[in-house]
C-alpha cells in the first residue's frame, strides 16, 4: 500500500488561489487515509471547457481521480445526480467514493488515461481496432439511452434548442467572423432555426448525455472490444434520440468519411431496435433525423467554440471549428430551404481559407 502523506500536494499542481490550495491539501490529508491515496503523487489528469479541473492521485489499488469544481463557479449536483442515475442503468461511469459538496471537491474511481480519440487510427478509417471500439461506443450508448429520463432530467425543449443555436449569430457569425446580419438575414435565421426545431422535437426521446464523443469516452488501448467508460455527463436531459450518435459519429475532434459515418450509424440503428429503442422503422428517415439534429448541433458548437476562445481565452478550440463547419455546411447544402444558412456560412468562412461545397449521402 502506498504511504499516505498528509503534505501539500505536489509541486506540478498550480493554484491561482492560495486559500484554494490550503483546503485542497486539508481535504486531501482528511480523505486520504480512508482510500489509501498517496498525497504526494497527485499529478493534474485533465481539464475540460469549464471551471472544473481534475488530477489523478495515486492509491491503495491503482489509482483515483479527484475532481476540483470550485462551488461559486461549478454545480457538482447535476453531476452527481446523473452519475447516480447512470450507474443504476450499468453504464460505464465512474464511481463517486467522496464527495465535499461545500467545498467541491470529489473522489472518483479512475476510469483510465486514454481517451477514445488517443486510440484511433484516424488515417485508417476502415481499422479493425477503430471498428471494435466505435461498436463499443454504440453499445455503450444503447445501455445509457435505455436509461428512463423522462420526469427524471431536464427537457430537451424548444427554449434550450433556441438559446443553444442562438450562439451561432451572437458568437461565431458577428464577434469570431465580423460579420454585421442585416434584417433580412435575422429573419432567414428565425425562420431555419424554427424548421430545426419543429423536425428535432418530432424525434423520440430518450436519455442524451449532451457531448458523447471521442474525448469523454474513455478506452483501454490494449483491448479495443473493451467497454467505454463515460464521462462529462452532467448536462444530460431527456431529448431527441439522434443527439449522441451525431456527437459519437460527426465529431468536433475527429472527421470520418460518410459512408464510415453510415456503416456505423447503421449498426446503431440495427442494437437500438433490437433493444427495443423508440427509433424510426426506416434507416431513411432515421438518417435524416440525425442530419437536423446534427445541423442544430454543429451551430450550436460553433457558437461555443467561437465563445471559448473570444470570452474565456481558450483559442485551442478554433483548431476545430473546420471540421463542425464542414459538418454544418454539407447539411446546408444537401436540403432544400437552408439556402441562406449556406451563404452565411460561406460568407463567415470566406477570409479564412474558403469553403466548398460537399456532397454527400440522402435517403
Known amino acids: 500500500m502506498p504511504e499516505t502523506h498528509a503534505s501539500a500536494p505536489a509541486p506540478a499542481l498550480t493554484w491561482v488561489d492560495p486559500a484554494r490550495a490550503q483546503a485542497f491539501a486539508a481535504w486531501l490529508a482528511e480523505v486520504g487515509p480512508r482510500h489509501g491515496l498517496d498525497a504526494g503523487s497527485v499529478q493534474p489528469a485533465s481539464a475540460d471547457a469549464s471551471f472544473r479541473r481534475y488530477f489523478r492521485v495515486a492509491a491503495a489499488e491503482g489509482s483515483r481521480i479527484i475532481m476540483d469544481a470550485p462551488p461559486e463557479k461549478e454545480d457538482c449536483r447535476p453531476f452527481v445526480a ?65 436509461v428512463p429520463a423522462a420526469g427524471v432530467l431536464p427537457d430537451y425543449d424548444d427554449a434550450l434548442l433556441q438559446r443553444e443555436m442562438d450562439l451561432f449569430p451572437d458568437w461565431y457569425l458577428t464577434q469570431l467572423r465580423g460579420l454585421t446580419l442585416d434584417d433580412t438575414q435575422r429573419g432567414h ?90 427509433v424510426p422503422a426506416d434507416f431513411g428517415d432515421f438518417w435524416r433525423d440525425f442530419e437536423w439534429m446534427g445541423l442544430q448541433r454543429h451551430l450550436k458548437v460553433l457558437g461555443i467554440f467561437a465563445r471559448l476562445a473570444i470570452r474565456d481565452g481558450k483559442r485551442q478550440y478554433l483548431d476545430d471549428i473546420p471540421r463542425v463547419w464542414t459538418y454544418a455546411h454539407r447539411v446546408a447544402a444537401r436540403y432544400s430551404g437552408l439556402g441562406p ?9 470566406a477570409a479564412n481559407g474558403g469553403a466548398q461545397t460537399q456532397v454527400g449521402y440522402t435517403f
Not at 341 to 349: D, G, H, I, T
Open 82 to 146: 446523473v452519475d447516480r442515475l447512470l450507474a443504476g442503468g450499468f453504464v460505464g461511469v465512474p464511481a463517486i467514493l467522496e464527495w465535499d459538496e461545500a467545498q467541491g471537491f470529489m473522489l472518483l474511481s479512475d476510469l483510465g488515461q486514454h481517451t477514445l480519440l488517443s486510440t484511433l487510427v484516424t488515417d485508417q478509417p476502415w481499422d479493425a481496432g477503430n471498428r471494435a471500439r466505435y461498436r463499443s461506443a454504440t453499445e455503450e450508448l444503447v445501455r445509457l439511452q435505455a
Open 189 to 278: 435565421l428565425t425562420r431555419i432555426f424554427t424548421t430545426i426545431k419543429t423536425q428535432v422535437l418530432g424525434q423520440a426521446r430518450v436519455l442524451v448525455h449532451r457531448d458523447y464523443h471521442s474525448r469523454n469516452l474513455m478506452a483501454d488501448p490494449a483491448d479495443p472490444a473493451a467497454r467505454l467508460g463515460v464521462i462529462d455527463f452532467q448536462d444530460a436531459v431527456h431529448g431527441p434520440i439522434t443527439y449522441d450518435l451525431v456527437s459519437l459519429l460527426r465529431d468536433a475532434y475527429v472527421m470520418w468519411d460518410e459512408d464510415v459515418q453510415i456503416d456505423y450509424a447503421v449498426r446503431y440503428w440495427e442494437a437500438a431496435r433490437k433493444a427495443g429503442l423508440p
Open 341 to 349: 444558412l449556406l451563404r452565411l456560412l460561406e460568407q463567415a468562412e
